[in-house]
């Protein structure tokens, strides 16, 4: 068994010992302004902002769809952005494509008192015969010299055909991801002009399609020097609007079906995960703050898993090393990626994946296949939520949650810190919150739920004097006051813990149980172990007379057996083994 074990893991160290050195920012003001030695007075804007208010009503009103397209047509110019591709070309190729993203950082920064800091984010690993690879960065530096984390907003600007390492194809890659990078482009461009009390980094990364190569680097050089990651904004394919024949599940509802008023919010785990937490901030300030101002609403769909199945993107790496990290992609999406399918005829990871098409046999495209207000949508939801973050309060460490009778639930604070307002948010079963409290000039408070159940998650905000919310801090379950409860043995024979489905599978898998007769509990969860009896992951469940079931999300790429226990009020009434594959 230990042989079977030892293997993998050993080998699986080495190659991550190996495969990316030579970290390095090359522009040293970026790189000590990201560790944090740095005076935030030589960067004050000459007029700083920090009503919300005026600044997301700037950011809603200076995104422009016209960058965008400008910013896109020109990328898909550079005709192939492999990461093995021509970095000495001026023309077309990888190299040619990262410099000129670099140049427009610059003249965004001139543009804004010089106060974005420029460079690449430089790596060495051997990926499609090239040995260097580098991530376009602009840092705008964080104004509170007490607080020195940073927020990350990214895209992969690397594209792809068919074959993965193919230099020589046409691969515009313009919703994957193009589409994205001048995402990120444009917000650097619109928020370079204002001050936040953090520093944000926009990033354009590469290697993505190899296997998030590039953020991984960066991910790995934030955790090597102790750099507090806030928030990571992760954007791939959200541009377009179309379904193609295939998709990745879950998944487009028809071919050929349009939808330009949606976007998915990806990120990793259930019950206080940071990431899902960071996925309902997003949607909390765009209904709050940006709704009220927009011509065209917008629906943001927070997902059970962390991707689409067996897909990945650039907010792993991060949340792999506990950074909070979300990835936005497209509600529609062109193909699945299957090119080894004689059948597909999409555009994702085919030299189809341009711009748009001539229909009028002018030489000019007419009919496009990103949607560039679309896209300027996508822009204004990152730009908001990462200003709102950038600019907001600390969030709680510590409160007290118990529930009592009658749905009542009580709320104390017991953080030093003392703030104006908090936010309660209250779930019950998905993804969103169900109720949002607001604890108004006081740190205690009682209020009424009329959630179903009483598996209800809590977290809470604090709210400073602008009325910025913070970011939520992890989940907790109320403390119950004492039941008559069950002994463990009338437990175990009234419970059947049944084998997870599918199984083996490859990133999330169901977890039932059968329970044949009513019972009190308090707290009740599937815990997750590796074969060390590593606690993986915590998910809290009800307990309920018939079928219980919860879903795991467990991440892109990792494979193993693993362990889950039914445990109630501390006592495990049963385990099985499950087994992830690719
Ligand atoms: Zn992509």
């Known amino acids: 068994m230990k042989k079977y074990l030892l293997l993998p893991t050993f080998l699986f160290f080495v190659n991550v010992l190996l495969a990316q050195t030579n970290l390095k920012v090359t522009n040293p003001v970026a790189e000590q302004v990201m560790l944090g030695n740095y005076n935030p007075s030589d960067f004050m804007a000459s007029v700083v902002i920090n009503d919300p208010a005026t600044l997301v009503s700037a950011i809603h009103d200076e995104i422009s769809?016209?960058?965008?397209?400008?910013?896109?047509?020109?990328?898909?110019?550079?005709?192939?952005?492999?990461?093995?591709?021509?970095?000495?070309?001026?023309?077309?190729?990888?190299?040619?494509?990262?410099?000129?993203?670099?140049?427009?950082?610059?003249?965004?920064?001139?543009?804004?008192?010089?106060?974005?800091?420029?460079?690449?984010?430089?790596?060495?690993?051997?990926?499609?015969?090239?040995?260097?690879?580098?991530?376009?960065?602009?840092?705008?530096?964080?104004?509170?010299?007490?607080?020195?984390?940073?927020?990350?907003?990214?895209?992969?600007?690397?594209?792809?055909?068919?074959?993965?390492?193919?230099?020589?194809?046409?691969?515009?890659?313009?919703?994957?991801?193009?589409?994205?990078?001048?995402?990120?482009?444009?917000?650097?461009?619109?928020?370079?002009?204002?001050?936040?009390?953090?520093?944000?980094?926009?990033?354009?990364?590469?290697?993505?399609?190899?296997?998030?190569?590039?953020?991984?680097?960066?991910?790995?050089?934030?955790?090597?020097?102790?750099?507090?990651?806030?928030?990571?904004?992760?954007?791939?394919?959200?541009?377009?609007?179309?379904?193609?024949?295939?998709?990745?599940?879950?998944?487009?509802?028809?071919?050929?079906?349009?939808?330009?008023?949606?976007?998915?919010?990806?990120?990793?785990?259930?019950?206080?995960?940071?990431?899902?937490?960071?996925?309902?901030?997003?949607?909390?300030?765009?209904?709050?703050?940006?709704?009220?101002?927009?011509?065209?609403?917008?629906?943001?769909?927070?997902?059970?898993?962390?991707?689409?199945?067996?897909?990945?993107?650039?907010?792993?790496p991060f949340r792999e090393r506990g950074y909070a990290a979300m990835r936005f992609c497209s509600a529609n999406e062109h193909g699945n990626a299957d090119v080894s399918d004689p059948d597909y005829h999409d555009r994702q990871h085919t030299s189809e994946d341009i711009l748009g098409v001539d229909t009028d046999n002018d030489m000019v495209v007419d009919s496009f296949f990103v949607d560039f207000n679309y896209l300027a949508r996508n822009a204004t939801i990152n730009g908001v939520a990462a200003s709102m973050a950038a600019i907001g309060p600390k969030t709680p460490i510590e409160f007290i949650y118990q529930e009592g009778g009658d749905k009542e639930i009580y709320v104390e604070i017991t953080d030093p810190e003392d703030y104006l307002h908090y936010r309660i948010g209250l779930r019950a079963l998905s993804n969103d919150f169900d109720t949002i409290y607001t604890l108004v000039g006081s740190k205690i408070g009682t209020f009424q739920h009329d959630s179903p159940g009483t598996f209800l998650p809590l977290s809470i905000a604090s709210v400073d004097t602008n009325g910025i919310e913070s970011l939520f801090t992890g989940e907790q379950l109320p403390d119950a006051l004492g039941v008559n409860d069950p002994t463990l043995e009338e437990r175990m024979k009234a419970i059947e813990l049944v084998q997870n489905k599918p199984n083996p599978f490859d990133e999330a898998t169901t977890i039932g149980f059968y329970v044949n007769k009513k019972m009190s509990y308090q707290k009740a969860f599937i815990i997750i172990y590796d074969l060390s009896g590593m606690e993986i992951e915590r998910i809290p469940t009800q307990i309920q007379k018939g079928m219980n079931e919860v879903l795991y999300t467990h991440g892109y790429n990792k494979v193993g057996t693993f362990v889950y226990s039914l445990v109630i009020d501390g006592n495990v009434i049963d385990s099985k083994k499950m087994i992830f594959s690719n």
């Open 65 to 316: 769809t016209d960058s965008l397209q400008v910013y896109i047509t020109r990328l898909s110019e550079f005709r192939n952005r492999n990461s093995g591709s021509d970095t000495l070309s001026t023309i077309e190729g990888i190299g040619a494509a990262r410099n000129w993203i670099e140049e427009k950082f610059q003249q965004f920064s001139a543009a804004n008192e010089d106060r974005l800091q420029t460079g690449f984010f430089q790596y060495d690993e051997e990926i499609c015969g090239m040995s260097r690879h580098k991530n376009t960065i602009a840092v705008l530096p964080g104004m509170d010299a007490t607080d020195h984390s940073i927020i990350i907003i990214e895209g992969h600007m690397d594209s792809r055909c068919a074959g993965l390492c193919d230099i020589d194809c046409d691969a515009e890659g313009v919703e994957d991801n193009a589409s994205g990078t001048v995402l990120v482009m444009e917000l650097a461009r619109v928020m370079s002009q204002y001050s936040f009390n953090q520093t944000i980094v926009f990033m354009a990364t590469t290697a993505e399609e190899q296997g998030l190569l590039g953020a991984n680097a960066f991910a790995q050089w934030c955790e090597n020097e102790n750099i507090p990651v806030k928030a990571v904004f992760n954007n791939d394919v959200v541009g377009g609007v179309i379904c193609g024949e295939t998709s990745s599940e879950p998944s487009c509802p028809g071919f050929n079906h349009v939808d330009s008023t949606q976007v998915r919010l990806f990120s990793f785990g259930g019950f206080n995960s940071p990431n899902k937490g960071l996925s309902r901030f997003i949607k909390l300030e765009y209904q709050e703050e940006l709704l009220p101002l927009v011509s065209v609403p917008m629906m943001l769909t927070i997902m059970s898993a962390e991707d689409r199945t067996g897909r990945g993107s650039d907010h792993i």
